[in-house]
Nanobody, 118 residues
Framework: VQFVESGGGLVPTVGSLTLACAVSGQSLSTYAMGWFRQPPGSEREFVAYISYNGEITDYAISVKGRFTISRDNAKNTLYLEMINLKPEDTGVYFC????????????WGQGTQVTVSS
């Protein structure tokens, strides 16, 4: 399975971005999926979770109300809409199949860099 994240960039505080994660080598339709991020100098952390059918979502408290996770199983693609961005949202964002709030597969993509300027 391969994950290719895209959509990152440099935005000002309270800006917005939408990230995408294209998955190949495996159908997404039977997996819960998640977004994770790695802030500078820190470990990778959980951001958002979505069940295999999109009916259940879960968010880290720091992003709840600002980020929205969604999926298109027909396109094998996962999305993360981010609004009202803050400097502490800066980091490299990754996607993976999710087992609760952890990545399911050992393989990770390159991620996409999100930088929020203050």
């Amino acid at each position: 399975v391969q994950f290719v994240e895209s959509g990152g960039g440099l935005v000002p505080t309270v800006g917005s971005l939408t990230l995408a994660c294209a998955v190949s080598g495996q159908s997404l339709s039977t997996y819960a999926m998640g977004w994770f991020r790695q802030p500078p100098g820190s470990e990778r952390e959980f951001v958002a979770y979505i069940s295999y059918n999109g009916e259940i979502t879960d968010y880290a408290i720091s992003v709840k109300g600002r980020f929205t996770i969604s999926r298109d199983n027909a396109k094998n693609t996962l999305y993360l809409e981010m609004i009202n961005l803050k400097p502490e949202d800066t980091g490299v964002y990754f996607c993976n199949a999710a087992a609760a709030r952890a990545g399911r597969f050992d393989t990770w993509g390159q991620g996409t860099q999100v930088t929020v300027s203050s």
